[in-house]
């Protein structure tokens, strides 16, 4: 389960910044590399900040998956983990394309699942002797 941040009680209370920490199901929807799924939930790890008295908040932390499956270049067997960040700002109502909207309560699902689509890899490769040359 995806928990959330009820900026109208921490506001009533003062409590301007916090941290949480959670895991939830990783949607597999969201990979695209043949025969390659999720192997783990998603670890959350995040702090959050409302800047000011509009509610506008501020989220940043990390987000931890591992992934399994075959190596899209060898196609042995492996399984890997990846961490990536997560950055978000929240404000009051609708989001205007850069910040995220909310009513009363942040609900972090679609930051997160922004997350983990950017930490996702284009292709998964088993180890680094796998991994393309980069030539410069």
């Known amino acids: 389960m995806i928990s ?8 009533a209370l003062k409590q301007y910044q916090g941290s949480l920490s959670f895991e939830c199901e990783a949607d597999g929807t969201l990979l695209d590399i043949p025969l390659v799924s999720f192997s783990s939930p998603v670890r959350v790890e995040l702090g959050y900040e409302i800047l000011n008295e509009d509610g506008k908040t501020e989220v ?7 992934l399994k499956g075959q190596c899209s270049r060898c196609l042995e067997e492996a399984e890997r983990t990846y961490v990536g960040e997560l950055y978000a700002v929240f404000e009051e109502g609708v989001g205007d394309g850069e910040t995220y909207g909310y009513r009363n309560v942040i609900k972090l699902d679609e930051a997160v699942r922004d997350a983990v689509v950017f930490a996702l890899p284009s292709t ?5 002797a796998c991994q393309i040359p980069d030539y410069d």
Request: proline residues 0%; contains cysteine; hydrophobic residues 40%.
């Open 4 to 11: 959330e941040i009820d900026v109208r009680r921490a506001l």
């Open 60 to 66: 940043c932390g990390s987000v931890t998956f591992s």
């Open 124 to 128: 998964f490769l088993c180890s680094d």
